[in-house]
Nanobody
């Protein structure tokens, strides 16, 4: 499975941004999809995950109520809608695929390249 994340950029605090991650190869609908973020020098942080059908999702505490993960299995794409952005949301954001519905990055088998999100104050 190859994953390509895009949609990052520079946004002011309080603004919104939508990230997308397109998959190729493999069977997209058989994978749990997740988003993680990482700041240079810090550990990778769980952001959100969504199950195979899209009916269930889970979020990291720092983004609950502000971010929404969704997926379109027909388009083989997972999205992360980010709202009420804060400067502390600044990070490289990565999409990933797993066979398990989990927040543990070690359980994700495939990773896309990061897309940078920068939130200015």
């Amino acid at each position: 499975v190859q994953l390509q994340a895009y949609g990052g950029g520079l946004v002011q605090a309080g603004g919104s941004l939508r990230l997308s991650c397109a998959a190729s190869g493999g069977t997209f609908s058989s994978n749990v999809m997740g988003w993680f973020r990482q700041v240079l020098g810090k550990e990778r942080e769980f952001v959100a995950a969504i199950n195979r059908s899209g009916a269930s999702s889970t979020y990291g505490d720092s983004v609950k109520g502000r971010f929404t993960i969704s997926r379109d299995n027909a388009k083989k794409t997972v999205y992360l809608q980010m709202s009420s952005l804060k400067p502390e949301d600044t990070a490289a954001y990565y999409c990933a695929a797993s066979r398990r519905f989990t927040s543990n990055p070690h359980d994700f088998d495939y990773w896309g390249q990061g897309t940078q999100v920068t939130v200015s104050s």
